[in-house]
């Protein structure tokens, strides 16, 4: 049975690898290609962030996150790395809310002056200029295509995955769905191999990934603007707090900047909803990630999957 999965962000490009694997000629239609996506700004740690219902986003992350560990060990063209790194508390607290998703968490041992706990634990860090190649790569090895095209609507014909992330809001009139804007400056590698997190303050959270060849540092989160150029003012900022937490950065070369729109709305939307004729087939709707579309990605996949055989019957 042939599906269309609208949207080549890492959601829509997992959606379709798994449909291949599951049996279905599944292809992919985007306006815009992987490299253009939100999915290719992020700095792709492993995290749910901005993503509820609490149960499901646990349920899916701990999928993804079992997945991504494969990858890492098994298949070094992925551009994914188990990464151990820390989360900064302000105030000391229990065990996170996912903690169920991943198989340890640890109490940090030291954490800076004005800081009150962390949490450590391995996570899996995807480097998106060459992961979501590799998700390409990979839908195209079984048969699926990636094919740039502008949707006036989703398709009303046969059965459709929806994955178009932002551009669900206006392909579905889903007025829950908003951008939150994330600025993000790219560093050259100077040795570093942990990542670091602090989102004690909402809009401005402070995050330092690692990858091979740089490092991303962030961040922002701007409830709906959908500005896409970056502010140098906003940079400086983004690098002041990251430096003041590890001031081996003061030395990396900037390397460049950018900004991704995160889908977010109360929810994320999973679900699969007839025609609106009637007719055979359905839509599976697979958006509103928010910050946690590479954390979600591979379980979210697999329910799509099971969705997609309901409507197929």
């Given amino acids: 049975m042939r599906v269309l999965v609208v949207g080549a962000g890492v959601v829509g490009l997992t959606c379709a690898v798994r449909l291949r694997e599951a ?10 290609l992987p ?18 219902p609490q149960d499901k986003v646990t349920a899916w992350a701990r ?41 340890q968490v640890v109490t940090a ?17 995807a480097d998106t200029s ?7 790569t990979r839908l195209e090895s079984l048969g699926g295509t990636v094919t740039r095209t502008w949707l006036g609507g989703l398709p009303t014909e046969g059965v ?16 829950s769905l908003r951008p939150v804007r994330g600025q993000v400056v790219y560093l050259a ?7 670091l997190l602090e989102q004690s303050d909402e809009r401005a959270l402070t995050y330092v990934v690692p990858r091979e060849s740089d490092v991303v540092v962030g961040g922002t989160a701007e409830e709906g603007s959908y500005d896409p150029r970056p502010d140098p003012q906003v940079a400086e900022e983004i690098l002041g707090r990251a430096r003041a937490l590890l001031p081996e950065l003061k030395a990396a070369e900037v390397r460049g900047h950018r900004v991704g729109l995160r889908p977010a709305r109360p929810e994320v939307r999973l679900e699969a909803v007839p025609h609106a004729d009637g007719g055979p ?6 958006y509103g990630h928010g910050g946690a579309g590479v954390t979600l990605s591979w379980g979210c996949a697999d329910e799509v999957v099971a969705e997609v055989r309901r409507l197929a019957g």
């Fill in 23 to 32: 049996g279905y000629d599944a292809h992919v239609l985007a306006r815009d």
């Fill in 35 to 52: 490299p253009e996506t939100t999915s290719a700004v992020a700095a792709a740690l492993w995290y749910p962030y901005r993503a509820l």
């Fill in 63 to 103: 999928t993804s996150y079992e997945v991504f560990a494969t990858l890492a060990a098994e298949e070094p063209a992925a551009g994914v790395l188990m990464r151990w790194g820390t989360e900064l508390l302000r105030v000391a607290g229990s065990e996170p809310w996912w903690r169920a998703a991943v198989p």
């Fill in 109 to 125: 041992d030291e954490v800076p002056e004005g800081y009150a706990a962390g949490w450590r634990l391995p996570a899996p860090v």
């Fill in 130 to 136: 060459t992961y979501l190649p590799w998700l390409v």
């Fill in 160 to 175: 459709v995955v929806n994955c178009s992330g932002l551009a669900a809001r206006a392909l579905t009139g889903d007025e």
């Fill in 189 to 195: 590698q100077v040795g570093l191999t942990e990542w």
């Fill in 281 to 286: 087939g359905g839509v599976v709707h697979c």
